[in-house]
Nanobody, 124 residues
Framework: QVQLVESGGGLVQTGGSLRLSCAAS????????MGWFRQAPGKEREFVAA????????NYVDSVKGRFTISRDNAKNTVYLQMNGLKPEDTAVYYC?????????????????WGPGTQVTVSS
């Protein structure tokens, strides 16, 4: 069993930056693919970014490419999402997720563990 807890959300102005962290419990974190998803009010939860178990492969949704960077530190059981150039349309609850498959899937169905989420609000 893996437990995930996100932190680092908050209120920021357009163009600002935030770094989200996701701390994982469990000895098998380093074998999991990790992803970030987000859900805005009234919308479906959508894929944002993912990183393979080794960190060698990363995947991003087109709308955040060049602005967001996903990374992980397996020694600390933590995955990060650095968000720069934030826009009002990035406002959402951001969720960390872990996949036993180990890859960088964009599909929610392939993620086995989810955190409770952290709110990111970008003001215009």
């Amino acid at each position: 069993q893996v437990q995930l807890v996100e932190s680092g959300g908050g209120l920021v102005q357009t163009g600002g930056s935030l770094r989200l962290s996701c701390a994982a419990s469990g000895r098998t974190f380093s074998s999991y693919g990790m992803g970030w998803f987000r859900q805005a009010p009234g919308k479906e939860r959508e894929f944002v970014a993912a990183i393979s178990w080794s960190g060698s492969v990363r995947n991003y949704v087109d709308s955040v490419k060049g602005r967001f960077t996903i990374s992980r530190d397996n020694a600390k059981n933590t995955v990060y999402l650095q968000m720069n150039g934030l826009k009002p349309e990035d406002t959402a609850v951001y969720y960390c997720a872990g996949s036993r498959v180990g890859g960088t899937s964009v599909s929610k169905a392939l993620y086995d563990y989810w955190g409770p989420g952290t709110q990111v609000t970008v003001s215009s």
